[in-house]
C-alpha cells in the first residue's frame, strides 16, 4: 500500500512554460498531444497547470504500473470519467469501488473466449457487408467507413443481426455527437456546460436519443423473453454468484450505452490507422496477404484461425502501440498518497498518456517507425497499455483484438487500399486519437498479384523513409 505522507508535501515541478493565471491551458489548447510529448523529458511526474487546476501527468512506466495495479485501491477514475458519467450513466468504465467488481463479475462472462466464438461470424458477416459494396477504383473515406463497420459490429453483437441499418446509422450518429464533445467537457470549466452553445445542444439531443433507442430495444427484449445469442441477452440472464441477484433494468441500460460508447471509436480509428500503415507500408502489406493466403486459402476467416493468424496479430500490436487511439486516461487520489518520490494530496487529478509513452525512444528505439516485427520481443509489460492495466483494465480488450482480426483478414483477402492524397495525415485528439481525413482508393487484390509473388526479406524495414512517420502532431 502506499505510503501516507507527513505534514510536508512534497509536489512535483510545474512543467516548463507555465504563464499567469491560464497556467499551460494555452500551449495544451494548441496541441495537446505534443504538450504531453514534450513533458515526458521533464521527469517522472510533472504537474500541468490548466488555468488554476494543476494535473499531475505520470511519465515514469514504473509509476504508472503502481497507480494502475499495485496501489490501484488509492485512486479513482477522476475528471474524465465524472464528465462521462452523465451520458453513459453508471456503468462498468465509470463505476466505482464494491459496485464495480461486482458489475465486472456480471459481465465479464459476455467477453469470455466461448461467447466471442459465437460474436465472431456476426463480426466477420458485418466486414462481408460493408465490403460487399466497394467497387475497383474507388475512393472511400476509410475513417468514416471503418466507423460505420464498428458500430454496425458492435450494434449487431449486442442486440443480434436484426437490428436495421437505419437505427445503426442513427445511433453511429448520436455516439459520435458525445465522442467530439467528452474531451473538450473535461478540460474546460463546469459554468461552460450550463450555456447555450451550439454543441451543448447536440450533445444533449444526442444523449437524450441514444437513451431513447436502448431504453426501445430492451424493453422490447424484456418482454419478448427467451433466450438469444447476443452480448443483451448474457447481461439480462446475468447473476451475482453470490446474492443470485440479476442487474437492474437501469443497469442493463448502462452497461449497453458503456459498450456502444467504448467500442465504437476506438476500434475504428485503431483499424483505419492500421489501413493507413498497410497502404503506405508495402512490404507489411505483402506478407499479410500471404499469411491470409497460406492460412485461409480462400475461404472466409473463423475465430479458429486467429491463432494461426501471426503476423496479423503483430500487426495489430503494432497499430495499438502506434497509434493508440485512448491517448490520455486519468485517475484520482483518495486520501495523501506517495507515488516514487512524490507526495500526491488526496483529490489529485492524475493523468497519462499510453500515445506517448508508446512513441518514446527510451522504451521504443526508432518509436515513428512503424515495424511489426518488433513483437516478436515485446516490451515489458507496464510499458505498453493499449487497454489500461490492473482491476479497471478495458473488459472488452480480447473482443476488440478478435475484431480487429476477422475485420483485417476479411477486408485483405479481398481489397488492397491505397491512399488517394498527398496531404498529410493529422492526428486529431478527441475522446480518442483519430485521423482528420483518411481518403484512400479500394483495389482488388487480383491487380497485387504479381507483387505479392516477389520475396520478402527485409520487413517493415525496407519500406520506410530515414525521416520515418509523416503523422503531424496536433
Not at 433 to 462: C, F
Amino acid at each position: 500500500m502506499p505510503t501516507t505522507p507527513t505534514a510536508v508535501s512534497h509536489l512535483p515541478p510545474p512543467a516548463r512554460g507555465r504563464l499567469p493565471v491560464v497556467g499551460h491551458a494555452l500551449q495544451f489548447a494548441r496541441g495537446p498531444l505534443k504538450a504531453l510529448h514534450d513533458l515526458r523529458g521533464q521527469g517522472d511526474i510533472v504537474a500541468l497547470h490548466l488555468g488554476m487546476l494543476p494535473i499531475y501527468v505520470v511519465n515514469s512506466p514504473q509509476l504508472l504500473h503502481e497507480v494502475l495495479v499495485t496501489d490501484a485501491g488509492s485512486y479513482t477514475k477522476g475528471r474524465m470519467y465524472d464528465k462521462t458519467r452523465p451520458v453513459v450513466g453508471n456503468g462498468i468504465a465509470t463505476s466505482e469501488g464494491a459496485f464495480h467488481h461486482r458489475q465486472r463479475r456480471l459481465i465479464m462472462p459476455a467477453f469470455h473466449r466461448s461467447s466471442l466464438r459465437s460474436y465472431s461470424e456476426a463480426m466477420r458477416e458485418q466486414a462481408e457487408s460493408v465490403i460487399a459494396s466497394w467497387e475497383p477504383g474507388q475512393r472511400i473515406a476509410v475513417d468514416r467507413v471503418m466507423h460505420e463497420l464498428s458500430v454496425g459490429t458492435t450494434v449487431r453483437t449486442l442486440f443480434g443481426t436484426d437490428i436495421d441499418n437505419s437505427t445503426i446509422a442513427e445511433i453511429d450518429s448520436c455516439v459520435g455527437v458525445f465522442l467530439r464533445q467528452v474531451i473538450m467537457r473535461t478540460l474546460t470549466p463546469n459554468f461552460v456546460e450550463r450555456l447555450p452553445l451550439t454543441g451543448t445542444r447536440k450533445f444533449e439531443a444526442a444523449r437524450e436519443r441514444l437513451k431513447n433507442i436502448v431504453d426501445t430495444i430492451i424493453d422490447e427484449r424484456l418482454r419478448a423473453g427467451g433466450e438469444r445469442d447476443d452480448l443483451l441477452s448474457l447481461l439480462i440472464a446475468a447473476r451475482d454468484e453470490e446474492t443470485g441477484e440479476p442487474m437492474s433494468r437501469q443497469q442493463i441500460h448502462d452497461e449497453v450505452i458503456t459498450i456502444m460508447v467504448a467500442g465504437a471509436d476506438s476500434t475504428a480509428y485503431t483499424l483505419s490507422w492500421l489501413l493507413y500503415e498497410l497502404g503506405r507500408n508495402p512490404a507489411v502489406e505483402a506478407r499479410l496477404h500471404d499469411e491470409i493466403d497460406t492460412v485461409l486459402d480462400s475461404r472466409p476467416v473463423t475465430f479458429d484461425d486467429l491463432p494461426q493468424l501471426q503476423y496479423t496479430q503483430r500487426l495489430i500490436q503494432e497499430t495499438l502501440r502506434l497509434h493508440s487511439v485512448s491517448w490520455i486516461q486519468m485517475r484520482r487520489t483518495i486520501n495523501p498518497v506517495r507515488l516514487g518520490d512524490t507526495h500526491l494530496p488526496a483529490g489529485a487529478e492524475i493523468l497519462f498518456s499510453a500515445t506517448t509513452m508508446h512513441r518514446d525512444p527510451a522504451l521504443y528505439p526508432d518509436p515513428l517507425r512503424f515495424d511489426p516485427d518488433r513483437w516478436l520481443a515485446p516490451p515489458p509489460r507496464e510499458a505498453f497499455q493499449p487497454f489500461s492495466a490492473g482491476p479497471r483494465k478495458c473488459p472488452g480488450d480480447h473482443f476488440s483484438l478478435t475484431q480487429l482480426a476477422i475485420n483485417v483478414a476479411t477486408i485483405a483477402a479481398n481489397w488492397r487500399l491505397a491512399p488517394a492524397t498527398r496531404r498529410k495525415v493529422r492526428e486529431v485528439p478527441a475522446a480518442v486519437l483519430r485521423p482528420n481525413h483518411l481518403p484512400m482508393v479500394v483495389r482488388p487484390r487480383s491487380e497485387t498479384a504479381e507483387h505479392r509473388r516477389r520475396p520478402d526479406s527485409s520487413g517493415a524495414k525496407a519500406t520506410q523513409s530515414p525521416h520515418g512517420h509523416i503523422l503531424e502532431r496536433s
